[in-house]
């Protein structure tokens, strides 16, 4: 079982079953660290892992989806004529930019909370690179961005990070118009894949990259709760 800290909780990844006396190593890893929110990444839970994340008050959540396309898209999903985007300007930028992710993710705490101290440790990580942050301005104000990331995997992809509109400029076409845009970008770098993850629950992302010929490579299941400190 892998235990990391993100953010201001915990996540447990475990990519095979795990034993009971597993789960407890990491539940205890956890309440030594001091506790806070979990999220356990799980595919297919057995019916002893349902139980253990019960038994220590975790409940299941919206599954998480792994979505993966070829790059570049199909001719057809074209930048929109005239539709521009800037880099993100680190340090200028910040505060408007949560105020905005906070808006757009207002019913995803772990992403919608997301503090200046948390921006700025992404904004320090060695694969930050300010030229994939997509900003779209609309009267001098932010109202989407698409924030990409390149993979040095085998073979390489790129994938879409974290992607918000506004909600006062929801349903105009922004979150298309910078998904293409983002993947365009990645195209661009040579990439031939395309990924990014989103919960099984959010119908209207799942809907636009289904639109742009994304597919479902991969769920895990999800179990959330607090874990209180030793
Ligand atoms: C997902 C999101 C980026 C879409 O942005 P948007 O600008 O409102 O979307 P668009 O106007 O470009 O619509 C593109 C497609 O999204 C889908 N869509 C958008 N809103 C939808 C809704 N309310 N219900 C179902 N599908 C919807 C449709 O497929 C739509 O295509 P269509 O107009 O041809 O039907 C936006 O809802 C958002 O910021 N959500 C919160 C943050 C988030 O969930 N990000 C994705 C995390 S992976």
């Known amino acids: 079982m892998e235990i990391s800290r993100i953010n201001r909780g915990w996540v447990m990844r475990s990519h095979d079953h795990v034993s009971q006396a597993e789960f407890n190593s990491a539940i205890t890893s956890i309440k030594s660290g001091g506790g806070g929110s979990v999220r356990w990444f799980v595919c297919e839970p057995s019916a002893d892992e349902q139980r253990f994340a019960t038994s220590h008050g975790l409940t299941l959540d919206a599954p998480l989806l792994h979505m993966r396309c070829d790059l570049p898209l199909a001719p057809e999903h074209e930048v929109p004529k005239g539709f521009a985007t800037r880099s993100f300007r680190p ?38 690179d300010a030229s994939g942050f997509l900003i779209h301005e609309i009267e001098g104000r932010i109202a989407g961005y698409c924030w990409t990331k390149t993979h040095r995997t085998i073979p390489p992809s790129g994938e879409i990070y974290v992607i918000g509109v506004d909600p006062a400029h929801h349903g105009k076409g922004l979150g298309r118009a910078l998904t293409i845009a983002g993947f365009a970008r990645l195209a661009s770098l040579g990439l031939r894949n395309g990924m990014l993850y989103v919960a099984g629950d959010n119908s209207a992302a799942i809907a636009l990259y289904e639109s742009l010929g994304m597919r479902v490579v991969h769920r895990d299941e999800v179990f959330v709760g607090d874990v209180r400190a030793k």
Request: charged share 25%; aromatic share 14%.
């Open 91 to 128: 340090g200028i930028d910040d505060e408007e930019w949560l105020a905005v992710n906070a808006r757009a993710f207002s019913g995803h705490p772990e992403q919608g909370n997301w503090t200046r101290d948390v921006l700025t440790a992404r904004l320090a990580e060695p694969w930050f």
